[in-house]
């Protein structure tokens, strides 16, 4: 057999040139993998794994037209057996929980040893899910708590801008008393007993990044 029916075909998707680059070029260099495909646009990603059927993706989870999360979500409607490795700078559990949610079979930050890398795309391939400790710890802490409501998500984002709860109300449109009780929901639901410990928790969890 040579090489182009052996190889890992994969597809290499992060709006970082300079990233894209290195990781395509480290991956060429692995005599079982090859790339097959590369864009820095989340919507292109879905078009160009629609063309090329990879049998691993990396996917970045910040990028234009479609974030990585919504193109995971788009790639495996059309293949529910997709496999698809998250590779991103951001290390929140809401975003580890996201990425995971919408069916990767991996999450790794992009400070990842290149070993780590190649062990994972292997494994991701053989139909495994790969999830390193640190990642694991992370994504245990999210999965017993419950998700935040969109309004509920509002409000939080507005508590972090520092707004008082007449002026979250106002930009909301809704009365005083129902943004105190979207704050104490919110305060539940993250186990906090402070606007400042919930927008540190926030912080902490990606929630006010998404």
């Not at 060429?28 to 078009?47: I, L």
């Amino acid at each position: 057999m040579n090489r182009a029916k052996k190889a890992i075909r994969v597809l290499v998707a992060d709006d970082h040139t300079v990233v894209r680059d290195g990781l395509v070029a480290i991956i060429k260099q692995e005599k079982d993998m090859d790339v097959v495909a590369e864009t820095g646009d989340g919507r292109k990603a879905v078009e160009l794994w629609k063309k090329h059927r990879p049998d691993v993706t990396l996917m970045d989870l910040r990028m234009p037209e479609l974030d990585g999360v919504n193109a995971i979500y788009e790639i495996r409607a059309a293949e529910p057996n997709a496999r698809v490795i998250v590779l991103t700078t951001f290390d929140g559990d809401e975003d580890i929980y996201r990425g995971m949610r919408a069916g990767a079979k991996s999450y790794l930050l992009k400070d990842v040893r290149r070993e780590e890398l190649f062990q994972c795309i292997r494994e991701v391939h053989a139909g495994r899910t790969f999830v390193p400790a640190a990642i694991a710890a992370k994504l245990a802490e999210r999965l017993p708590g419950e998700e935040l409501s969109p309004r509920e998500s509002e409000v939080l984002k507005l508590l972090a801008e520092g707004k008082p709860n007449k002026l979250i109300g106002a930009a909301l449109d809704i009365s005083e008393v129902t943004v105190k009780s979207h704050v104490q929901a919110v305060f539940k639901k993250l186990n906090v007993l402070s606007r400042t410990e919930a927008i540190a928790v926030a912080n902490r969890r990606g929630l006010l990044r998404l």
